[in-house]
């Protein structure tokens, strides 16, 4: 595949949606059920394009992890206990 096509490809989906065929399905019901619904927009029930979520993915990771070793560490001194 070429630049051009690959960059052609890439145009396509950013206006259009992804290619999975079950998201493109879910979008045009979206934009079928949408007129029916009072103050809702066709996007806010496709579940593309997703929002970027606040929460810093480093940073929950990061967390996570720290529970989980704390936890680990709880488990094991219980274990020495008995």
């Keep these: 595949m070429t630049q051009d096509e690959v960059n052609l490809w890439a145009a396509y989906m950013e ?4 290619l999975n065929i ?3 399905v879910e979008a045009a019901v979206a934009r079928a059920v949408a007129p029916f619904l009072k ?3 066709p996007k806010d029930l ?3 394009p997703k929002q970027e979520q606040d929460i810093e993915t480093q940073d929950m990771a990061a ?3 720290e ?3 704390a936890l680990a560490r709880k ?3 219980s274990r020495k206990v008995k």
């Design 46 to 48: 496709m579940p593309w």
């Design 39 to 41: 103050n809702t927009k």
């Design 63 to 65: 967390s996570l992890m």
């Design 22 to 24: 079950a998201l493109r």
């Design 15 to 18: 206006e259009n949606g992804p």
């Design 67 to 69: 529970q989980f070793t």
């Design 75 to 77: 488990t094991e001194i």
